[in-house]
C-alpha cells in the first residue's frame, strides 16, 4: 500500500507538471488561430515548423524517482557492485602478491597529462568566449556605406578564426603529445560542446540583431548572458533562463562525489572484465567462434559502461553544474529505459543534444526545404549525429575504425524506422534492452579488440591505407 501511494502521489505530481507545461507553451489567447485555408507562401516567405524549447523549473527524473525507498534500494545495489569489486581487487591482490593496495594503473594511464589537457582547453575557450560575440557586436553596428561591408568581413575573419582554433589545437596537441584516452576525451567533449554553443548562439542572435540593426545605437545580446550560457548545461541560447532561488553546495558535492564514483567504477569493470580477456586476445588465430564469444563476454561490462556514463555525466555532472548556476531546467534526460522503440530511445537518452539536433538540424532542414523532406531532415540528423560520434571515438582512441558509425547510422537507423513509436508493451522494451545489450558488446569487443592489436602490431611503415585498415584482422603477435 506504501508503495502504491508514492506511485501515486508521483503520477500526480508528473501530470500536473505536464499539464503546467502545456499551458506554457500553448499560445496565447490574441494570437490568431490558423486559417484552415491558409494563404499560399510567395517565393520569399518560409513556413515555419515546429516550436521552439521552452524552459521551465523542474528536477531531474532521478532525482524524483530517488524520493522513492524502493527505487533508491536499486542505487544502493549498484554501490554494492562497486564495494564487490574492491573487496575482489584486495582479494586477488593479497592472494597474488600478499599484499592488500589498491592500484589505479588504468586511471592513471588514462588521465596523464592532465594538466596539458586543461592548459589547451584555455585558448579554447577564449577564442569561444570572444570571437562569435565580437563578430555579432560588428554586424549590430548601422549599415552606412562601405564601413559596414568592412566589419562583415572582419566578423566572418574572427568566426574562422574561432573554427580553425577549435577545429585544429585540440587535434594537433593530441596527436603531437600522445594523450592518453580520457585526457583526449575532455578536449573532444569540450571542442564539439563550444562547437555547438556558438553555432546556437549565433543561430539564435542574429536574425534578431540584423532586425534592430536599423534602429538607433547597437542591439546585441549582454555578454553576461553569453558567458552563462557557456557554462550552463543546455545547447540552446536563450537571454534568460528560469532560475532557482539559491545553490545547495551539499547537492553540488554530492554529484561531483557520485560523478567520481562512476569513474572509478568503470576503472575496475575495465581492470576486471575487459583487460583479462581482450588484452592476449590478438596473440591467438581469429576465428568466427573466439569473436563471437567476446561479443558475449563484453555485453555486460558494455551494458555497465552505458549506464556509468550516462549517471556520471547526464545526471550528476549536469546536475552539479546546474546547482551551481541555479539553472532552474535539468530536464537533460527522459525515462529512456522505459522506451519501447528506438525513436523514443533516441528522443529520450540525451535531451540536451536531441534539442540540438532537432531545433538546428531537423527543424532548420525542413525549413530549406519548405517542409517537403521530413525523411530527408530525418536522415540528416541521423548522419550529423553519427559523424560526430564516430568522430569521438576517432579522437578517443586514436584510430579510425568505424563501428560506432555503423551501429548508429545503418543499424540505428534502420531500427529507428522500425521500432517505431507505433509498437508498445513489455515485449517491445525487453526488445529494445536486448539490443542494447548486443550493441554494447560489440562495441566494447570490437573496439577493444583493435586497441590491443594496434599495440601488439605496429606498423612498420605508416601509410594511409595502413591508419584506416582494422589491425585487428591481421594481428597475430
Known sequence: MQLLEQAQEKLVELLDRAIWEAIQSHPPQDRPLPSPHPAPLSKTQKPSFGRRKVFVVRKSLLDELMEVQHFRTIYHMFIAGLCVFIISTLAIDFIDEGRLVLEFDLLIFSFGQLPLALVTWVPMFLATLLAPYQALRLWARPRAGGAWMLRAVLGCVLLAAHAAVLCVLPIHVAVKHELPPASRCILVFEQVRLLMKSYSFLREAVPGTLRARGREGIWA???SSYLYFLFCPTLIYRETYPRTPSVRWNYVAKNFAQALGCVLYACFILGRLCVPIFANMSREPFSTRALLLSIMHATLPGIFMLLLIFFAFLHCWLNAFAEMLRFGDRMFYRDWWNSTSFSNYYRTWNVVVHDWLYSYVYQDGLWLLGGRGRGAAMLGVFLVSAVVHEYIFCFVLGFFYPVMLMLFLVIGGLLNFTMNDRHTGPAWNVL??????????????????????????PLPQTTFWGLLTPRSWSCHA
Do not use: D, K, N
Not at 441 to 449: A, K, N, R, T
Open 432 to 457: 529494445m534492452w536486448t539490443l542494447l545489450f548486443l550493441g554494447q558488446g560489440i562495441q566494447v569487443s570490437l573496439y577493444c579488440q583493435e586497441w590491443y592489436a594496434r599495440w601488439h602490431c
Open 221 to 223: 545580446p549582454s555578454f
